[in-house]
């Protein structure tokens, strides 16, 4: 998802899963539902690295349907998540970047207090499916440094 995505609301109605990916630095989340916010792949922990990712491809490809079809959805944090991130779009699957500001805006509005609340790979989820998320970017190396 290049910049010119950037800011544009997500339409998750047009996929067959969302997936809500909570970033670790070792440790990563992950939770799948379907556009009906209905749990297919309950959250799951993974490794932040090549194992953890193959592991992910693993569970995605028990769904059945093209990478093409499965919108994953994670904070737009920090910079030991590019891994994770280039590994899913080099093999064809939608990733969106959420400004971490709105999905704790979100958490709030279903009860979560941002600071002392764990946001969790569901709520991610959740948040795609909601009509209220817009895309982030990944920023070029010149901007990032």
Do not use: W
Request: with cysteine.
């Amino acid at each position: 998802m290049g910049q010119a995505d950037a800011s544009s609301p997500v339409d998750a109605s047009s996929f067959s899963y969302v997936v809500g990916v909570d970033i670790g630095s070792q440790t990563c989340s992950m939770c799948t539902l379907k556009p009906d916010k209905s749990q297919v792949i309950k959250p799951t922990s993974f490794s932040n690295a090549s194992a953890g990712f193959g592991l992910l491809q693993e569970k995605f490809a028990q769904l059945g349907v093209p990478p093409e079809q499965i919108l994953l959805g994670r904070e737009a944090t920090s910079r030991y998540a590019e891994n994770l991130y280039h590994f899913l779009e080099n093999r064809g699957y939608r990733v969106c970047l959420l400004h971490p500001r709105q999905t704790h805006q979100f958490a709030q509005q279903r009860g979560l207090r941002a600071k002392t609340d764990k946001l969790d790979a569901t709520s991610i989820a959740r948040l795609l499916l909601s009509g209220d998320a817009r895309r982030g970017y990944v920023p070029s190396d010149l901007i990032a440094t």
